[in-house]
């Protein structure tokens, strides 16, 4: 089996988050121009359902209330093998549907959307999914203690990441896609995630990244244990395919590559002479220690999932990684970014950009290095992921080098003045734009590469497609080709959609200057917040 990590956005139907679309609350009201929580989703990537998915009228049941989407009543999806399963816990995992669902027929094939807490079950017969949907009208069925929602999908089958239908067929690998990697995820982290279910073999990570084990029984019981759920709380989702490799190559054990059957396999650099087996020096001479991995994430003891006493291979003690990549970037909270447009790049542009990855606290130019800026935000972690997706991206015709700073805090020295008049130094970390103030509000956000479609959401609903292209152009910034608007409930004061630019390029210098662009519309007292952020759509 082999588990691939992939920081591949879009994978769960292009919904990438928790999908909170529920109204606010009876009795609470929001400020104009404020962004209600329907709104803050927009950072979740695009509200739609998966494939061909479809707006669909939901099974009424005396348990529950209606389950229906924009009214569409007369509008009911044809019998299908696919259920579309609605309504699940945020825990839920792929197992969870297999056990409560079976007692309708085999299922052959699961499709996880944790962030929407939606699902697709593919049944091996029409009749076994009639059961499951005529079941969900008449009575609750619960998933994993929550009672789910039934209806038929409008797709026939559900498509596979590769040809082989059949985990039965010997394949060992797995794919894993991570999504929302809030914290690095290393050969060490997913380890200690898989071992316990069952022997790792190979990992490899390469923002694609896998490990193997040892058999096909091992590997279906780490897909079903382990699929939907989360490394670490609310963020680092895993969606697990059987992936189209059937063996993983490994050159080197380190941070993003390990052989677990050739615990010394480590590359020997050149003019460094004969490898040493275990490094340079005891543990007890340095920090870095060597042994087994430590139990980052243990499962729970009653897991169904862990192996048993006897099934429990010899252990070897393997050396832990020297370094990380991360660890290589040092341990700061403060990132230098340098390459910037001495016209068009101030304070307040560096935050409309760096704060779709983490807080940002301090903006400060460099006197002495023209085009040279200090970043300080949140956390070492929010550099990292910064460092991650920023790193020599062309921003007004000037690639970025984005790089951990020595420095450890930004401190306001040296002001002076820009060439578009603005200061040199700006503090961020009292503004309401930062989008990790809470773990709540981190859990919205999804670290997403920069595209060239970009998510809008908290916009006034008077605004159309020509104003904002109109907003475009009195910023000097390019247009956009294609406009996309998402239906919005009547009562909603804000409306979201997407844009889709000619090149990932246009579509970062638009977010850098357009950003929270405060809009003003005649009578209003407050102005709303244009917020946007890359979206998981490659095109429109």
Known sequence: MSLVEEYEEGEYGRAP????????????????????????????????????????????????????????????????????????????????????????????????????????????????????????????????????????????????????????????????????????????????????????????????????????????KAKAALNGADIYAGCCTLKIEYARPTRLNVIRNDNESWDYTKPYLVRRERGKGRQAILGEHPSSYGDNGYGSHCPLLPLPGNSRYKLSSHDIPEVVAYPLPQSSSYNNHGSSSVAMVSGLHPTKMNCTRIFNLFCLYGNIEKVKFMKSVPGTALVEMGDEYAVDRAITHLNSIKVFGKRLNVCVSKQHAVIPSQVFELEDGSSSYKDFAMTRNNRFTSQGQASKNIIQPPSCVLHYYNVPPCISEDQLLRLCSEHDVPGFTKFKMFDAKPSSKTISGLLEFDSKTHAVEVLTVLNHYQIRIPNGSNPYTLKLCFSTSSHL
């Open 17 to 220: 988050k928790r999908l909170k679309t529920a109204e606010v609350e009876e009795g609470e009201e929001l400020e104009e121009g404020e962004d209600s929580d329907s709104e803050s989703a927009g950072l979740l990537g695009d509200v739609e359902n998966v494939g061909a998915e479809k707006k669909a009228l939901w099974t009424t049941t005396k348990y529950g209330p209606a389950r229906r989407d924009s009214g569409e009543d007369s509008h009911r999806i044809a019998q299908s093998p696919v259920v579309h399963v609605r309504g699940l816990c945020e825990a839920v995992v792929e197992a969870d549907l297999v056990e409560a669902l079976e007692k309708f027929g085999p299922i052959c094939y699961v499709m996880m959307m944790p962030f929407k807490r939606q699902a697709l079950v593919e049944f091996e017969m029409v009749e076994s999914a009639d059961k499951c949907v005529a079941c969900g009208s008449s009575e609750a069925v619960y998933i994993a203690g929550q009672q789910a929602f039934f209806n038929y999908s409008t797709s026939k089958r559900i498509t596979r990441p590769t040809n082989s239908d059949n985990p039965n067929s010997g394949n060992k690998v797995l794919l894993l896609s991570i999504q929302n990697p809030l914290y690095p995820i290393t050969t060490d982290v997913l380890y200690t995630v898989c071992n316990p279910i069952g022997s790792v073999m190979r990992i490899v990570i390469f923002k694609r990244n896998g490990i193997q084990a040892m058999s096909v029984e091992c590997a279906q």
